[in-house]
C-alpha cells in the first residue's frame, strides 16, 4: 500500500503557547520531534513547514520612567531549525504594540515600570500560512495538510484546499483542541502526545511556580 504524501504546517505561536502552558522548553529538538510525530504510519512527509517571527529587537521607551530599554533576540534558532531534514522555516515580523500591567486590578501605590510587561503582535505569519496552502493545493504536492494550529483566520486557505480535492487535517495538542469553528473545516481531527516521557513531564510541572507570567505575544 502506498503512503499518502502529506506536509505538516506548524503554527509557531500556537505551539509555543500550549508548550508554555505545560512548562516545555521551546527548542528546535522539540518542534522537529513535534512535526514528525503529526504524521501517521501511512502517510509519508514531503515538509515540514514552520511558522513564527524573529524575537523583537529594538529600543522603546518604559511606561512609567519613560527611559529607553533595548530588547536583544537571537534568531539562531530559526537558522538551527531550517537546515533540519524536511524543515522550511516561513518569517513574519513581531511588531512591539506597548506595555500591559502585570496584574489586574492595577494597584493604587506608586507604579513602576516592573509592574508592566511588553505586548508583541505577529504580522504576516496567517498570511503565509494561507498561501503555502493554497500553493500545495493548486500544485497537487500532496494528498493531505496536517495543521499545528487553531486561528480561524486560516479557514478560507482551508476551504480552497478541500475544494481543490485536498484533506485538512486538524491536529489536537494535549489539552489544546481547537475550537468547534476550526474543526467544522478539517477533515480528520488527529490527537498528538507531546514527545516528552510522562516522567519528565511530571517533574517538570512539579518544578514550576503555579503562576507564571501571562504571555505577551498575542
Known amino acids: 500500500m502506498l503512503s499518502r504524501k502529506i506536509a505538516v504546517l506548524i503554527d509557531g505561536g500556537h505551539l509555543r503557547k500550549c508548550a508554555e502552558k505545560h512548562h516545555i522548553k521551546y527548542r528546535p529538538n522539540f518542534i522537529e520531534k513535534i512535526g514528525k510525530k ?28 519613560g527611559q529607553s530599554t533595548e530588547f536583544k533576540g537571537s534568531d539562531q534558532w530559526l537558522h538551527d531549525l531550517a537546515q533540519r531534514n ?23 501605590s506608586a507604579l513602576a515600570d516592573s509592574d508592566f510587561s511588553p505586548i508583541f503582535e505577529q504580522k504576516g505569519v496567517d498570511m503565509r500560512i494561507g ?9 497537487r ?28 487535517v486538524g ?10 469553528e476550526f474543526l467544522a473545516h478539517v477533515d480528520i481531527c488527529r490527537d498528538i502526545t507531546w514527545p516528552i516521557h510522562p516522567t519528565k513531564l511530571a517533574k517538570i510541572a512539579a518544578a514550576t511556580p503555579t503562576h507564571p507570567v501571562a504571555p505577551t505575544t498575542v
Open 38 to 65: 503529526c504524521a501517521s504510519s501511512d502517510e509519508e512527509i514531503v515538509r515540514i513547514l514552520y511558522y513564527d517571527c524573529a524575537p523583537f529587537s529594538g529600543v522603546v521607551k518604559l511606561p512609567v520612567s
Open 86 to 108: 524536511l524543515f522550511a522555516v516561513r518569517l513574519g515580523v513581531l511588531k512591539f504594540r506597548g506595555w500591559r500591567p502585570t496584574q489586574t486590578p492595577i494597584a493604587q
Open 131 to 139: 498561501l503555502d496552502i493554497t500553493s500545495l493545493a493548486v500544485n
Open 141 to 168: 504536492m500532496v494528498e493531505r495538510i496536517v495543521i499545528v494550529g487553531a486561528d480561524t483566520d486560516l479557514i478560507p486557505a482551508m476551504k480552497h484546499g478541500r475544494i481543490h480535492g485536498l484533506q485538512i
Open 171 to 180: 491536529v489536537s495538542l494535549p489539552n489544546h483542541k481547537p475550537n468547534w
